[in-house]
């Protein structure tokens, strides 16, 4: 089965800096997505970035990158310019390829609770 | 954002009652899902659909049964509630299989 963790319970970061969040998983499968999703105290699931296992790309969306490296089984997240509305949960989810007739589905690690300091 | 909506937001019922979440759905998505969130355990797969009348278990799926009539609306039933289905309920629905997952806003609910 695959699993997805989470080393860093919690992290701080000053408004406007740099913060990378950490995120490892374990398959045995060579074709996969992996996914970070933000949720706000309003409890809304968000995504913020997805990356196919095939691309060696790294996934960008504006502020939000992902250090993926396969090899290793990491999926690291870097907030640049952090702002107070980055405030949140943030979870790492994996999900293979195909289902191969196991439950389709996400597997997720237990979140990082991100905190801004202004 | 995707058009999802859950039904009731919230919901308190005692221990043996039967309860029914609503999962709604205006994108016309083949694939939906339903998940519960418990402190320390980030979300775990309940069941999911594939298509009308096409549903399969999760990790979590004992003492939950779901259904699905029409592609928009995806049912979950707890056919008698216990105190550890206490959580957060989420729905998901994606295009088809690989394809991002979108969630609704999700309903607590709790057991007493």
């Known amino acids: 089965a695959q699993t997805v963790t989470q080393s860093q319970p919690e992290m701080s970061v000053q408004e406007a800096e740099t913060v990378t969040l950490s995120c490892t998983y374990d398959t045995s499968e060579s074709d996969y997505y992996l996914f970070w999703y933000k949720q706000p105290p309003s409890r809304q699931m968000i995504l913020v970035i997805r990356?196919?296992?095939?691309?060696?790309q790294n996934a960008t969306e504006n502020r939000f990158s992902v250090n993926f490296q396969k090899a290793a089984k990491s999926f690291s997240l870097k907030i640049s310019d952090s702002q107070l509305g980055d405030a949140a949960m943030y979870f790492c989810?994996?999900?293979?390829?195909?289902?191969?007739?196991?439950?389709?589905?996400?597997?997720f690690g237990k979140g990082t609770h991100l905190i801004i300091q202004p | 954002d995707a058009g999802i909506t859950q039904s009731p937001r919230h919901k308190v019922t005692e221990t043996g009652t039967p309860v029914t979440l609503r999962c709604h759905q205006t994108?016309?998505?083949?694939?939906m899902y339903w998940y519960r969130q418990d402190p320390g355990h980030g979300l775990r797969l309940i069941h999911y659909?594939?298509?009308?009348?096409?549903?399969d278990k999760g990790e979590v799926s004992d003492g939950y049964s779901v259904s699905r009539s029409k592609t928009e609306d995806f049912l979950l039933t707890l056919e008698s509630a216990t105190s550890s289905q206490t959580s957060v309920y989420f729905c998901?629905?994606?295009?088809?299989?690989?394809?991002?997952?979108?969630f609704g806003p999700g309903t607590r609910l709790t057991v007493l």
């Open positions: 990356q196919e296992a095939y691309k060696q």
């Open positions: 989810a994996y999900r293979p390829m195909y289902s191969g007739g196991g439950a389709d589905g996400l597997t």
């Open positions: 998901a629905i994606s295009r088809g299989e690989g394809d991002t997952q979108y």
């Open positions: 994108e016309n998505h083949r694939y």
């Open positions: 659909s594939y298509g009308v009348k096409d549903t």
